[in-house]
């Protein structure tokens, strides 16, 4: 929320010539052709695509029935709120925002074990509605007071100084759970991290927890801030978190206000109720795991971690090697090939929008990849792909598919896929070796498949969720479309099935704790006792190989037991929620959504909602000359921007107005700036001080086209830009070249933005590979008579290579610029090189060389003020060689930079600060060449 106020004030910067702000321009949109409808109720005004209106109906009932429930505990009954519901993605998300105030949920329901266990719409119905009573709550005290100056901006200011993430995240957990028959802290999956590291004596410090670290792996903060809500609910009352809230709204001035109204409310420092939270879930969790007997096994990749990685979804190869997905700290996907000692890199995947435990089957291993729409950001896709094994290739690559799991067959001759469209129907897919659909059975959306593998080659078996929040197990004939039930329906969760040298495998939390079972036509068996978690498993020669999770990461490990021995252990769970829960009416709410009510609904204006003012800033810098006030406009759909404004100068006694706006309607993306007002300023003209008035406007129309688009681990990124100026000024005095005297300046161009980069781990300063290139041409000349002409060519491209060692960076700027300055000169586009002056070139090249590498990872605080993550080091040479008409000029310089990561006051928002040192070897040197600066990973230079 503090970056949607940053990039807000940042799209207002000062300058000289009257000139409107750029418009805030961004790419995610749906395509233009959908029809919208919406249905408004009470309480929510639901915006959905015409195909999606009986899940749009379902949802208006969830949420109305759920209002009473959501906000009894949090004391605040939120007015109606726009709910847009996004049928075009395969991604699994929900969220509420901020200027402009909406909610959006993608439908395609989530099958990840972990993203509870409860029904889809159901969990999003209590979870992101308790973030928009949450919103709603945080607008009292001093939040109200930065409402009312400010808007919606306002409101995310102060909700991001009053609480910390996981106070929303960690409440939303909590209604979530108490609320439903399978929330996520009813999982031993949403809990295993923060026990693992517990239990193996990492317990950091609160600063740590919070704000996370590169040097160890944190878990998130919906967990810790699970389990922080309900101890308070627990020890402190069942509306304890609406009064926390109160009264850290009171002060929100404050950044530590939060932390201060703990103190007071709890009578004890927050640090040691932090402690004391940690004290508890370790005896809890000791208790129950010293009752356990692990089972021995043999861990598989036994090369160096680089800090905790992820070796996930075992397979094994004919000749016994494994096959895993390495991800961690330090390392971004991969597939790798693992002999026991030693490990290779297969290849590197795209994103995966869905993980599950992959197969390997007839050396063909199937996944599924992210593929993004070059222009609408809000449609996306999964690209279906093979890998062969012995032929060391992709060699099927599917596109523009919504299938959501893919396995093969035993033979790897055929892939066995999920598909769940955008009118939200789900089926079962067959296709053959090379990817072309065979055959298609439609299966009931109302129970969704989380997981699927293939029993023979006319009958395949699946686990399945139903809209009651029961799971169960399913063997299933492609040809008579048969359904056997081999585990009934219960609530208790399911995760992954995988039928193994005729075995049928699958993983369960009953004991407590994820482990894997053994179903029999006699029932289940469980055959692992982990004491963390094990997951994903395969056979190979009758051997048991898995996942089993431990404080370093998920490692590949081989039962050294019999692959059947059982393996008993139970009650291992510690159900933190039963007393807060009990406060809650689950039972109530459960009963209200088995009924069912009907919703007029109608067309959706787009142009009657394209005006929806949410912001609005006053700005007035100390020791400033402006005061500015402008005002900020966006649909929610994000198609129309506009912000207007005007700007009082004190030193001038001028008024100036202005507006900018986008639309992005289309695939073209059209944008539109224009100022105009008085101006006034003193002149030496003879060597006599007059008075120069003058009035000056500005306009600016631009048409851009984006595209994307993702290839392995590269994401390409290109945009091109058509413009035209117009400076129109009247009866100004000035030697200034780049300002307008008395004329009228039009000046059209262009501007092109290239980039290919490669996915980053947690750790990397830079990306590993990558380019960017940067273009701007302009041609102005006065249309009023005057010779007064102007143009300029700029080039500005960066080319990213990896360093001597993990996450260094060795990166290179090249640029060039031309200018023809016939009585007008623009502004440079290239930095000049750094500790040097900046000097007006017609022409100039300019190279700058920058070796960045990570120093520390102090995870060091200093009380509640402040936290040090990171220290980095980039050492540089930059070097500028232009001409002015036939006068040569050549700057170069070298030095240091020493970039510190840190927070301030606990707020969970990053900075960057640098300490530059210069050596100015050729050039006009700055009079101090050592500086501190706000720095970005890819802008200090």
């Known amino acids: 929320m503090l970056k949607l106020l940053l990039l807000l004030l940042l799209s207002w910067s000062a300058f000289a010539q009257i000139e409107a702000p750029f418009a805030v321009v961004d790419y995610n949109q749906n395509p233009s052709d959908i029809e919208w409808r919406h249905i408004v109720t009470e309480h929510f005004d639901l915006i959905f695509p015409e195909e999606v209106e009986k899940d749009a109906q379902r949802v208006a009932h969830l949420l109305e029935k759920a209002y009473p429930y959501v906000t009894r505990s949090m004391e605040e009954l939120p007015p109606r709120i726009s709910l847009i519901l996004q049928n075009q993605s395969v991604i699994s998300n929900g969220f509420v925002t901020l200027a402009p105030r909406r909610s959006e949920w993608y439908l395609s329901p989530a099958i990840d074990p972990e993203l509870t266990n409860t029904e889809w ?11 928009v009573v949450q919103f709603q709550k945080g607008k009292h005290g001093f939040n109200k007071f930065l409402n009312i100056i400010m808007g919606e901006a306002g409101q995310a200011l102060g909700l991001g100084l009053t609480m910390p993430p996981w106070y929303f995240e960690g409440d939303a957990v909590g209604v ?77 001035w404050n950044p ?170 789900q089926a079962i897919v067959v296709l053959n070796h090379k990817g072309k659909e065979i055959q298609r059975i439609p299966y009931p959306k109302n129970e969704v498949i989380t997981s699927i593998d293939w029993l023979s080659d006319s009958e395949i078996v699946f686990v399945q969720k139903d809209y009651n929040d029961m799971k169960s197990m399913v063997q299933f004939n492609l040809g008579s479309a048969e359904k056997t039930y081999l585990i009934d329906k219960a609530v208790n969760n399911i995760g992954n099935v995988a039928v193994e040298e005729g075995h049928i495998l699958f993983e369960s939390p009953e004991s407590g704790i994820d482990n894997i079972w053994l179903y029999t036509k006699e029932g289940t ?25 431990t404080a370093n990461g998920m490692n590949v490990v081989q039962k050294s037991l019999r692959m059947d021995e059982e393996q008993k252990s139970q009650n291992s769970f510690y159900p933190i929620y039963e007393k807060f829960a009990m406060s809650e009416n689950a039972k109530g709410l459960e009963s209200e959504l088995l009924e069912n009510e009907e919703y007029k609904s109608s067309k959706y204006s787009e142009p009657k909602h394209s005006l929806n003012l949410h912001s609005w ?68 003209v003879s060597g006599k001080e007059i008075e120069d008035k ?41 030697n200034d070249l780049t300002e307008v005297n008395d004329g009228a300046l039009y000046s059209p161009g262009a501007e092109l933005n290239y980039s290919v980069i490669s996915r980053m781990a947690r750790r990397d300063l830079n990306p590993e590979w990558g380019f960017s290139v940067f273009g701007h041409m302009e041609d102005g000349r006065d249309i009023t008579g005057a010779d007064q002409k102007g143009s300029i060519r700029s080039v500005d491209s960066r080319i990213y290579l990896p360093g001597l060692w993990h996450h260094h960076s060795f990166f290179h700027q090249v640029a060039y610029e031309r200018q023809k300055d016939n009585f007008y000169q623009y502004a440079s ?27 520390f990872y102090p995870d060091w605080h200093w009380s509640r003020y402040w936290n040090l993550k990171r220290i980095n080091l980039n050492l540089f040479y930059d070097d500028l060689t232009g001409r002015y008409l036939t006068n040569h000029y050549r700057a170069a310089s070298t030095g240091w930079e020493t970039i510190f990561e840190m927070n301030f006051l606990r707020l969970a928002y990053p900075i960057s600060i640098g300490l530059r040192g210069s050596y100015v070897l050729e050039g006009r040197e700055q009079s101090n060449n050592y500086e501190l600066f706000l720095a970005t990973v890819l802008g200090t230079f």
Do not use: C
Not at 831 to 850: C, D, H, M, W
């Open 829 to 855: 586009y290239v930095i000049y090189p750094r500790g040097t002056r900046s000097v007006f070139l017609q022409e100039f090249t300019k190279y700058s060389a920058n070796y960045m590498m990570p120093l």
């Open 617 to 684: 800033l006053l700005l007035a810098p100390p020791l400033g000359a402006d005061i500015t006030v402008i005002g900020y406009s966006q649909d929610v759909l994000n198609k129309f921007f506009l912000s207007a404004g005007g700007v009082y100068n004190l030193n001038e006694k001028s008024v100036t107005g202005f507006v900018t706006s986008s639309w992005s309607q289309y695939y073209t993306v059209f944008d539109v700036r224009a100022a105009y007002g008085g101006r006034r300023q003193d002149v030496t």
């Open 121 to 131: 719409l159901k969990t999003l119905s209590v979870h992101e509605f308790r973030h």
């Open 694 to 734: 003058w009035e000056e406007g500005t306009a600016d129309v631009g048409i851009s086209v984006p595209w994307k688009y993702i290839q392995g681990r590269f994401t390409h990124s290109f945009s091109v830009r058509g413009f035209a100026k117009l400076i129109k000024v009247t009866n100004k005095i000035s």
């Open 176 to 252: 979530e759970t108490a609320l439903t028959k399978g929330g996520r802290g009813r999982l031993p999956l949403f809990e295993r991290d923060l026990r693992t590291l517990l239990l193996s004596g990492q317990k950091w410090d609160y600063d740590k927890a919070h704000l996370g670290s590169y040097e160890d792996y944190v878990p998130n903060h919906y967990v810790y801030g699970y389990f922080y809500t309900s101890t308070l609910r627990n020890n402190y009352g069942d509306l304890f978190l609406s009064k926390l809230a109160n009264q850290s709204a009171e002060t929100s």
């Open 525 to 549: 068996r469980q055959i692992t006792s982990a004491l963390f978690g094990s997951y994903a498993p395969t056979l190979h020669q009758g051997k048991l190989i898995y996942n089993d999770y």
């Open 256 to 425: 530590l206000s939060f932390y201060n109204s703990v103190d007071r409310m709890t009578h004890e420092k927050f640090e040691d109720f932090y402690w004391g939270v940690m004290g508890d879930l370790i005896k809890e969790w000791k208790k129950r795991a010293d009752e356990l007997t692990p089972t021995p096994y043999e861990v598989k990749n036994l090369g160096k971690r680089f800090g905790w990685t992820n070796y996930l979804f075992p397979q094994t190869t004919q000749d016994g090697k494994v096959v895993a997905l390495k991800k961690g700290l330090s390392f971004y996907d991969r597939f790798v090939l693992i002999d026991g000692k030693k490990e290779k890199t297969l290849f590197y995947p795209g994103p995966l929008a869905t993980e599950y435990p992959f197969k390997l089957r007839g050396g063909k291993l199937a996944f599924l990849e992210l593929e993004v729409d070059p222009r609408w950001g809000y449609r996306n896709f999964n690209k279906l792909k093979v890998y062969d094994v012995n032929e060391d290739k992709i060699v099927v690559s599917k596109a523009h598919t919504k299938l959501r799991i893919a396995i093969p067959d035993h033979a790897g001759k055929k892939i066995l896929a999920v598909e769940w469209d955008e009118a939200q129907g």
